[in-house]
């Protein structure tokens, strides 16, 4: 017992030092801008200080957007916004239904990329295959380049009402920092994979303030997967969350903000929403379904960092098709 907990600890201390480092060095070696912003933004006074800065006004933006051509129906764009002021959180921005089907087509005819590594590529229904001859087990797998070769994707970052809320909330022109395209499956995973997956409490860093839009493309229950946020974590954080950023338990983020305040989120494909990622999140590991969410973010400043592009030149499969 006291030795598993002793690797437990070891686990999550040899996780963090590597979070940082990784940070660092990506930072460092790609663009010290985005990483100069990671350590203003912890602190709210540095998010409102730059924020205030890059304000501008977004009338003549807004006036330009035609709403009618949206394909997001029954979404209320101040509506939105208002509660992802209040709550950093606002659920039912729905696709169609000929949007589902025809991104769900691009993802069982495209490949996608175990762990995230372009090394690691199969097409979905090779998964077992490809785990054995990889001698790798498949925590997630990430679609790249989906803005180039998905015109459904492309369109719906596009969206009149994506662009209008984003506008409105981020009180400046939004600039597109990129998508997000990925499976969850249901394995018997480590905390260190756990954490690359996203799958333990965390916020995000990915500007002074940013927006992202999650998308349901297979129905999420219980059991495969579903997202969780802390709503109205956006607004505080105890300094040991800011200064040391470290992985927080369950019980620590709930003891925290509330059992009230603790959102999971269920839908049907095509079930949206729109979310602050300055409250704590993450994803439940599946248990039994597979996942499949795709993710457009909108920032005020486009690092260059959160993008899914790849060059096809990386991309490898690890079993033809």
Same mark, same amino acid.
């Given at each position: ?96 239904? #000929? ?102 409490? #965390? ?84 248990? #039994? ?17 959160? #993008? ?14």
């Amino acid at each position: 017992m006291y030795i598993d907990l002793l690797n437990n600890y070891c686990e999550k201390i040899f996780a963090i030092i590597y979070d940082t480092c990784y940070e660092y060095y990506k930072g460092l070696t790609k663009n010290p801008k985005w990483l100069l912003m990671r350590k203003i933004a912890r602190f709210k006074i540095g998010r409102i200080f730059i924020t205030n800065l890059t304000k501008t006004s977004t009338k003549t933006y807004l006036t330009s957007i035609n709403l009618e051509k949206s394909c997001l129906v029954d979404v209320d764009v101040d509506e939105v916004v208002k509660n992802l002021q209040s709550d950093g959180l606002h659920l039912g921005i729905n696709l169609p239904p #000929h949007i589902v089907k025809e991104i769900v087509q691009f993802a069982k005819s495209t490949a996608c990329y175990g762990n995230r590594r372009p090394e690691l590529g199969f097409y979905y229904d090779q998964k077992q295959a490809a785990q054995r001859k990889s001698a790798q087990q498949f925590t997630i797998a990430d679609y790249f380049n989906t803005e180039i070769h998905c015109y459904a994707i492309k369109k719906l970052q596009n969206d009149p009402k994506l662009l209008a809320i984003a506008a409105k909330y981020l009180n400046t022109y939004p600039a597109h920092q990129g998508n997000r395209m990925w499976w969850s499956f249901p394995v018997n995973s480590s905390y260190t994979e756990q954490i690359k997956a996203a799958q333990c409490f #965390h916020y995000d860093l990915d500007d002074y303030k940013f927006i992202k839009f999650f998308f349901y493309l297979t129905d999420v229950d219980n059991q495969s997967g579903p997202h969780v946020c802390m709503r109205g974590s956006h607004k505080r954080k105890k300094s040991a969350y800011i200064w040391l950023r470290k992985r927080e338990t369950d019980k620590d983020i709930i003891n925290y903000y509330g059992q009230e305040s603790l959102i999971e989120i269920y839908g049907k494909a095509g079930f949206g929403f729109a979310e602050d990622p300055l409250c704590f999140h993450k994803g439940i590991p599946p248990t #039994h379904k597979d996942r499949l969410i795709l993710q457009i973010e909108f920032a005020t400043t486009d690092y260059q960092m959160q #993008h899914d592009i790849r060059p096809t030149s990386q991309l490898k499969l690890v079993i033809g098709h």
